[in-house]
């Protein structure tokens, strides 16, 4: 079976602050790894991916996300959050289906 | 480029009415398409996916079924609708071959009273 757990619910930051959102999978088999994102009112659009090679992954807004084989955990980064970072993060697994966390509400105060 | 579109945009139907919600995908042959239901806290839970016209998988039993007439079309239906069908209903799409990312439609709100 595969899961993937995101251990925060809410996380509430002020400009500038540093950001690491914690994702952990279980699956026993090769994983491609996602961040997504939902700003309000917005569709729910790709952040970033890992599938191969380097396990440092760049994505848009200045978002990174690291896949650390033997923790099982793909954490989400980014140095410097703005408040238009104000956005719920899912964290996806696709290892035979595609798993969904249950998702960390981001509240960048101003 | 690809796009993807839901509609309604938001719905609100009485206990035990029909329902049929609709997803189209543009600019894509033989996409695979999904339906989730998103609940607050809980992420995405995958509800069917069609890996082809009139192909349709369900990952749990449920008051609603989909179906996939065309090759771009996917819908989501229910007979009878449940106080518990509320929620928010999403489309996705994704290729066949490389990559699995998916693509995620703008979502439709679905009020039960």
């Known amino acids: 079976a595969q899961s993937v757990s995101q251990h925060n619910h809410h996380v509430i930051l002020s400009e500038a602050a540093s950001l690491e959102l914690g994702c952990n999978y279980s699956?026993?088999?090769?994983?491609?790894l996602f961040w997504y994102v939902q700003y309000p009112g917005q569709h729910l659009q790709l952040l970033l991916k890992?599938?191969?090679?380097?396990?440092l992954v760049k994505g848009i807004k200045g978002f990174e996300a690291e896949f650390i084989k033997s923790k099982f955990s793909f954490n989400l980064r980014k140095p410097s959050v703005q408040w238009s970072d104000t956005a719920e993060y899912f964290c996806?697994?696709?290892?035979?289906?595609?798993?969904f966390g249950a998702g960390t509400r981001l509240t960048v105060k101003p | 480029s690809q796009t993807i579109h839901q509609w309604p945009a938001t719905l609100v139907q009485p206990v035990g009415s029909p329902l049929s919600l609709e997803c189209t995908v543009e600019g894509t042959s033989n996409p695979n398409l999904y339906w989730y239901r998103q609940a607050a806290g809980r992420g995405l839970q995958l509800l069917f996916y069609?890996?082809?016209?009139?192909?349709i998988s369900s990952e749990v039993p449920q008051n609603l079924s989909a179906s996939r007439p065309q090759d771009r079309q996917f819908i989501l239906s229910s007979k009878k609708l449940l106080l518990s069908d509320s929620g928010f209903y999403l489309c996705a799409w994704s290729g066949l071959a490389g990559r699995n990312e998916q693509f995620f439609g703008p979502g439709t709100r679905l009020t039960v009273l």
């Open positions: 069609s890996v082809g016209i009139g192909q």
């Open positions: 996806a697994l696709k290892g035979g289906d595609m798993r």
């Open positions: 890992y599938f191969s090679g380097d396990p």
């Open positions: 699956y026993g088999g090769t994983v491609n």
